[in-house]
């Protein structure tokens, strides 16, 4: 167990009951205003809620229970996702005029309802027109067919999609001649992957959600739950009243982070709960910086792990040489904070016993972002928070189909299992397949739209995504889609990439959700967890088919010949092959009811100090601020570095107007209370956002951000953010941007 259990009252937010007077989530309304929204179709909803797994986030609960705590497990990321799988399917003749539907909104396009029926729109038309599915593959097959495999590429995104859409999403590009397969992965934790399999061996979490409870420290880097994960508030909760004391390391003190009220709690339900303990405010981009510095106290202090460095590890005289050479002075200017800060964190950290550190998308979306996921492994080796209960490294994963895409090979850079795509591994697969796989690496999502841009890629396969909203620039990112020949887009609703004008044509295929899959579908969640998910068949929805259907309809239309290597009769077939592919993912085979799981490398990885990495050890990692120095700005003290921040969101999906964590809306632009007086403007004026790429009108928003840093809700500020700056090692964009800000008349 943790150190010493906490009395309830010193966790209590306030005694006034239900956070009355307080901004914050109305969970109970919301659940009101859901079910009516819903009400049509309740008992579907229900049905899905109590059998399905959960297709918000990588949790992974299954119906309204999960692994870690004892009760009803639920939160309102799954329920703002409900409508999805309710609504009908809407008349083909809606999207008969694509110039009416590019003034609507993406929420407005989602109201539409769902795609129900095959749409097919050629250059020039006014909009798409309904056609059968063997008028698809008639047309696509040969087209496709005469496209060099080069010139080719397909997406998958994360949005509730399964293991078995994954894997024949990928063998099926393979087959077909083309590394070039993507998911959403790529976009969100690459640089963790980079970092964990540098350091570890593995590119997973290595803990389980129940470490929380042993453990005497928990640290999060650049995450926010409250927002993005909510049900793993009720874990932190429950950790807090063990006595895990929490940190957290954000260029904005998250209200939500700081109380919250856990609506299953009774007490924090009532009063709320005070979720952490103490916030450092890292300047935006400061986090390597603030790593360093931290590493560089706890080894000079020798609160290090000396007898496990020696015998388990390797490079940490590499590291501790490159450390001798920084100045904590220096790089704690660069972070945005004091060398006080840094040694009293540096300070927590050596006096835990056991620690869980948690990163995401604050960490990952910068241009450092595997540099500094290496710096959180290289601290976690240090005290040896990893392999020990209560211990571990947490990346955290928003989506619930996420973890899983690279672990089955949707990814240009590797195989299934998460294998580097060289000479020896693609022998092995095409012994293992029976077709020739490619021998070179894939083009990842940024590069094949790169090419795009330049004419280069003739036919793009895009399950869900919408690059529109997710990627830096839009409108370049619209102009590269616009000069690809053959689009295939396949998702429930209808989005904006869709409505770009095809440079030839662009098909809209209506799909299933993962409740209505053929014969069910697994996940893989956060904590290596993988769960089978029922089949709920519903009506309503046309001729929708299953992903994997449509993606093997699509190979043997291009190849006819391909059939024999791609054919999977069932979900079962493709779980069967999986198992023969990924080793790890041994039972797999066996899932076919509801309830049924596994966890991949058990509870925890790395135990007994065994890493999987070349030699058996971990490795430290010599990273290190390549300019530690504080960031310039102009004369007028008018430039920021601005971050995209995620509101009340589900990825690009915008559920609600105003965040009710923070009160914000959508064109707020948040500012620190310093930095809002030098400017001389207050909450609400209007100010104009400046960058290299582009501009953006919003409104101040006063908040506890760190001074000399903006945040702007994502996919508002896209627009400003430069698309040829990318993280080098994993080719992730950086999704920040230096911005002048100037104020406008009130």
């Not at 992974?60 to 009803?72: E, F, M, N, P, V």
């Not at 929420?107 to 539409?112: A, V």
């Not at 015998?311 to 790089?331: D, H, I, K, M």
């Not at 012994?431 to 990842?444: A, S």
Request: net charge positive.
């Amino acid at each position: 167990m943790a150190a010493t259990r906490r009395p309830l009252r010193e966790l209590l937010h306030s005694w006034i009951p239900f956070g009355l007077h307080e901004r914050k989530p109305r969970h109970y309304l919301e659940m009101v205003r859901i079910a009516w929204a819903n009400r049509r179709r309740l008992g579907y909803a229900w049905r899905v809620l109590s059998h399905g797994v959960c297709d918000g986030c990588a949790l992974g609960t299954a119906g309204l229970k999960d692994w870690t705590l004892d009760g009803t497990h639920l939160c309102l990321v799954r329920l703002n996702l409900m409508r999805l799988n309710t609504m009908e399917a809407f008349a083909p003749e809606k999207a008969s005029d694509v110039a009416a539907l590019s003034k609507s909104t993406s929420r407005e396009l989602r109201e539409l309802g769902r795609i129900g029926w095959p749409l097919r729109r050629r250059r020039g038309e006014r909009g798409f027109t309904r056609v059968s599915f063997d008028e698809v593959w008639r047309e696509v097959g040969p087209k496709w067919r005469a496209f060099e495999p080069r010139r080719t590429a397909m997406y998958v995104t994360s949005r509730g999609v399964t293991n078995e859409v994954y894997y024949v999403a990928q063998k099926v590009m393979r087959r077909l001649g083309s590394n070039s397969v993507d998911n959403s992965a790529r976009l969100c934790h690459a640089p963790s992957t980079v970092g964990l399999k540098a350091a570890i061996g593995h590119a997973a979490t290595t803990c389980s959600y129940r470490d929380w409870y042993e453990a005497d420290l928990i640290v999060f880097f650049g995450s926010n739950p409250a927002n993005d994960q909510p049900v793993a508030m009720k874990y932190l909760e429950g950790a807090r009243r063990r006595g895990a004391r929490v940190l957290l390391v954000n260029a904005y003190a998250e209200p939500g982070m700081q109380r919250y009220w856990v609506p299953s709690t009774a007490s924090s339900a009532l009063f709320g709960t005070k979720m952490s303990d103490r916030t450092y405010l890292v300047k935006v981009g400061g986090d390597l910086a603030f790593l360093t510095a931290v590493a560089k106290v706890v080894v000079e202090r020798g609160w290090h792990a000396p007898e496990f460095i020696a015998a388990a590890t390797t490079g940490f005289e590499e590291l501790r040489a490159l450390l001798a050479q920084q100045s904590v002075a220096e790089l704690a200017a660069a972070a945005g904070v004091t060398a006080a800060d840094v040694e009293e964190f540096a300070r927590e950290v050596g006096a835990a016993k056991r620690a869980v550190l948690v990163w995401s998308m604050g960490i990952t979306h910068h241009v450092e972002g595997a540099d500094a996921v290496k710096a959180i492994a290289n601290l976690a080796l240090l005290r040896e928070f990893v392999g020990r209960p209560g211990c571990g490294l947490m990346p955290i994963r928003g989506h619930s189909g996420v973890q899983g895409g690279a672990e089955m090979g949707a990814y240009s850079t590797a195989l299934p299992g998460g294998v580097a795509i060289d000479g020896d591994s693609a022998r092995r697969f095409s012994e293992l397949w029976g077709f020739d796989v490619p021998h070179e690496p894939g083009l990842t999502t940024v590069e094949y739209l790169e090419a795009a841009g330049r004419g280069e890629l003739d036919g793009l396969y895009c399950i869900g995504g919408n690059f529109l909203e997710t990627l830096p620039q839009p409108e370049r990112v619209a102009a590269a889609l616009a000069k690809i020949p053959l689009r295939i887009h396949t998702d429930l609703v209808l989005t904006s990439q869709m409505l770009v004008e095809p440079a030839d044509t662009v098909f809209v295929l209506p799909a299933r959700t993962r409740y209505e899959q053929r014969g069910g579908g697994t996940e893989t969640s956060i904590e290596r967890r993988v769960i089978f998910s029922p089949e709920l068949p519903r009506d309503g929805i046309g001729e929708a088919r299953s992903e994997w259907e449509m993606l093997l309809d699509f190979a043997k239309a291009v190849r006819p010949e391909a059939a024999a290597q791609l054919d999977f009769a069932d979900g079962a077939a493709i779980r069967a092959d999986i198992e023969r592919a990924v080793p790890v993912y041994r039972g797999i085979a066996a899932l076919s009811r509801e309830g049924d799981q596994f966890q991949w490398g058990g509870p925890a990885l790395c135990t007994e100090r065994r890493f999987a990495t070349s030699d058996g050890k971990a490795h430290f990692q010599a990273v290190a601020p390549t300019a530690p120095e504080p960031r310039a700005v102009d004369g007028n003290g008018r430039t920021f570095r601005l971050a995209t921040r995620r509101g009340k969101q589900f990825n690009s999906m915008v559920q609600h107007d105003v965040d009710a964590l923070t009160g914000a809306a959508r064109d707020h632009i948040f500012m620190s209370a310093a930095d809002a007086a030098r400017l001389r403007v207050r909450r609400d004026d209007p100010i104009l956002l400046r960058g290299a790429v582009g501009t953006f009108r919003g409104r101040v928003f006063i908040a506890d951000v760190a001074v000399g840093t903006l945040q702007g809700h994502w996919p508002e500020v896209n627009g400003l953010l430069p698309a040829n700056v990318l993280e080098p090692k994993s080719l992730v964009p950086d999704y920040n941007a230096d911005v002048e800000v100037e104020p406008l008349p009130r």
